[in-house]
């Protein structure tokens, strides 16, 4: 069974970036579809991006495009996120995911392990 671990987080003003990194154990990424999740304090957990085990494909949620990139290093076994542009409505909890289903998805009920998550603030 992977374990995921987040990391990367932090406080960072309108307009910064954050690259955040989920590195798995217990297992390898490379069979998994890859996602990032994030949740609001008072709002359910949204998707935000997914990556397929070969990263050929990504998608993103509406609210990030064009400001997120995910990306994925198999031989480092982690996950990416990089944060552009950043806004303070970005400010989540971001929980990486990771999937067996064989193309990416959007749902979460479609990921089968999770990591703890890490703490993103943007201040206005």
């Known amino acids: 069974q992977v374990q995921l671990v987040e990391s990367g987080g932090g406080l960072v003003q309108a307009g910064g970036s954050l690259r955040l990194s989920c590195a798995a154990s217990?297992?390898?990424?490379?069979?998994?579809?890859m996602g990032w999740f994030r949740q609001a304090p008072g709002k359910e957990r949204e998707f935000v991006a997914t990556?397929?085990?070969?990263?050929?494909?990504?998608y993103y949620a509406d609210s990030v495009k064009g400001r997120f990139t995910i990306s994925r290093s198999n031989a480092r076994n982690t996950v990416y996120l990089q944060m552009n542009s950043l806004k303070p409505e970005d400010t989540a909890v971001y929980y990486c995911a990771a999937s067996t289903q064989l193309v990416t998805v959007v749902r979460i009920q479609d990921y089968d392990y999770w990591g703890q998550g890490t703490q993103v603030t943007v201040s206005s």
């Open positions: 990556i397929s085990w070969s990263a050929g494909r990504t």
């Open positions: 217990g297992g390898t990424l490379r069979s998994y579809v």
